[in-house]
């Protein structure tokens, strides 16, 4: 009796961290990609964004960033 109950425990709790790690799974899952500075083609399909573009919008951002520090400056 002592056995069976520590072995439907045992799956009880494999259960629970199954079912939790799924919803984790879903949570991770890849959102709709978002509109970028890197546009569209022709034919209204998005472009994989290379690393060029990335290193390009990250480099602007940091422009900015930078601009805005600086006018903040007394």
């Known amino acids: 009796m002592r056995a069976a109950f520590g072995l439907i425990s045992l799956l009880l709790v ?3 961290v199954l079912f939790s790690a799924k919803s984790q ?3 991770l899952a890849p959102a709709a990609p978002a509109a970028s500075a ?3 083609t022709v034919d209204g399909q998005p472009r994989p964004a290379t ?3 990335v290193r390009q ?5 940091v ?3 930078a601009r805005r ?3 903040a400056l007394p």
């Open 38 to 40: 890197v546009g569209a």
């Open 69 to 71: 520090a600086s006018d």
């Open 25 to 27: 799974l879903k949570a």
């Open 51 to 53: 690393p060029e573009a």
């Open 63 to 65: 422009d900015q960033s």
């Open 57 to 61: 919008q990250v480099q602007e951002l």
């Open 14 to 16: 494999l259960v629970i």
